[in-house]
């Protein structure tokens, strides 16, 4: 009978174990597809506000990719924060979106409007300091030269190196 009560218990803890997992899985899966369904709106958004506003150039990650696909993670890594940043010609166009996005209940995003960045280009001098298994992100990646401040404002000076040891 203890036994009986032992193995019952064990049971319940197994179930209870179980049932919490796939409420956890459950609970992640919904928070994926709403975000998902945000970056679906954002993108439907950045279209038609395209179509309205002169200037818009899309999101960061669409306006550069990385020379081999070995980087492509450390590229994603490297964007953060301004992986999803909208690329602008300028602050009224940035203003116009920001009022666009508010107006239609749209996720908020970061604005990289071109001629109001101010980045320091250390590119060359940091350049030929770095032996040749490092690089700089910069030069792992392919983008338009128009694009060029709102890459490094995002990148910086950043290196990448080939492995974990390197690093």
Do not use: W
Request: aromatic share 8%; hydrophobic share 35%.
């Amino acid at each position: 009978d203890v036994s009986r009560k032992h193995s019952l218990t064990k049971q319940a803890a197994d179930v209870s174990k179980e049932l919490a997992e796939i409420e956890h899985k459950l609970t992640y899966f919904g928070y994926e597809k709403s975000k998902a369904r945000q970056n679906t709106k954002l993108l439907e958004s950045i279209e038609t506000m395209s179509t309205i506003y002169p200037g818009i150039h899309g999101k960061l990650v669409n306006l550069c990719k990385p020379i081999q696909k070995k980087y492509s993670v450390a590229l994603n890594i490297v964007l953060n924060k301004y992986l999803d940043a909208i690329v602008v010609d300028n602050q009224d166009t940035a203003r116009k979106c920001i009022a666009y996005l508010k107006e239609h209940h749209v996720a908020s995003c970061i604005f990289l409007p071109l001629e109001n960045l101010v980045v320091t280009d250390n590119t060359n001098r940091h350049r030929h300091q770095l032996p040749n298994k490092y690089k700089l992100c910069l030069d792992v990646i392919e983008f338009d030269d128009k694009f060029r401040n709102a890459i490094l404002f995002a990148i910086g000076n950043t290196v990448i190196c080939d492995s974990l040891e390197d690093a």
